[in-house]
Nanobody
Framework: QVQLVESGGGWAQAGGSLRLSCSAS????????LGWYRQAPGHQRELVAD???????NYGDSVKGRFTITRDYAKNTVSLQMDSLKPEDTAVYYC?????????????????WGQGTQVTVSS
């Protein structure tokens, strides 16, 4: 099992910045990726950004160029720097960790989630 504890978030004005951090504990050795998802009321949970064990990053289209994800492999932490915030960034942000088990042709992904932290951006 992997436990994820988020910190940061809160309130910001449009154009401002916030930083989220997440610390992983427990069975962290085989974590393949760490990242952030978000869910706004009435919307599905969506990828914000993630970073693999090799340092490869993925960003959701709506945050590219504004958000930056970083990972500290020694400390098992992942951070999300959010700049140029927009009201549409308002959501609950969830830290995610995933493991991939099995042969390449039949990989099974296991996801772990934090409890979520609210980010509110006012116009």
């Amino acid at each position: 099992q992997v436990q994820l504890v988020e910190s940061g978030g809160g309130w910001a004005q449009a154009g401002g910045s916030l930083r989220l951090s997440c610390s992983a504990s427990g069975s962290t050795r085989s974590i393949a990726g760490l990242g952030w998802y978000r869910q706004a009321p009435g919307h599905q949970r969506e990828l914000v950004a993630d970073i693999s064990s090799h340092g490869s990053t993925n960003y959701g289209d709506s945050v590219k160029g504004r958000f930056t994800i970083t990972r500290d492999y020694a400390k098992n932490t992942v951070s999300l720097q959010m700049d140029s915030l927009k009201p549409e960034d308002t959501a609950v942000y969830y830290c995610n960790a995933y493991k991939e088990v099995g042969p390449v042709e039949r990989v099974i992904r296991y996801d772990y989630w934090g409890q979520g932290t609210q980010v509110t951006v006012s116009s």
